[in-house]
């Protein structure tokens, strides 16, 4: 359905940055994922359909588990089906992780227990799920 680019080292990486910039800078964005931030540990996920973006995924892998950030479709892409593939997709890759995510979208916290997670706690607004056997 989408192409998939996978982007591990994006430290003055072009062409990253050529997707990705307008939301790590323009204001509409920043209201929107005000979180949003790019380290050199986080592996990201860009999901293209027909050589344009459509929607992203970020990811970090700690010593207890593997966490899903940033993750966003753009506005003419927000369909509870491409909700749903970018996240089966991103749980495929990562099916052997314990997973966790953070979020305060009610839409994604419906869609993310529909496909095992876990509520875990909160954290301000934000509710943490989980998926896998987190130690």
């Known amino acids: 359905m989408f192409e998939v680019k996978e982007f591990i080292d994006t430290c003055n990486n072009e062409e990253f940055y050529g997707y990705m910039g307008r939301f790590f800078a323009e204001r ?75 979020t305060n979208s009610e839409d994604e916290m419906k869609m993310w227990e529909d496909l095992g997670f876990l509520k875990a706690g909160h954290k301000g607004s934000y509710i943490s799920y989980v998926y896998g056997e987190i130690v």
Not at 35 to 55: P, V
């Open 28 to 102: 509409i964005f920043r209201r929107e994922l005000p979180y949003l931030i790019n380290d050199s540990e986080k592996i990201w996920y860009l999901f293209f359909d027909q050589n344009q973006l459509a929607g992203f995924c970020g990811v970090v892998m700690n010593q207890n588990s593997t966490s899903f950030s940033d993750f966003y479709l753009l506005p003419t892409y927000r369909s509870e089906k491409n909700k749903k593939y970018l996240a089966k997709y991103m749980l495929n890759l990562y099916k052997t992780e314990k997973i966790r995510i953070l």
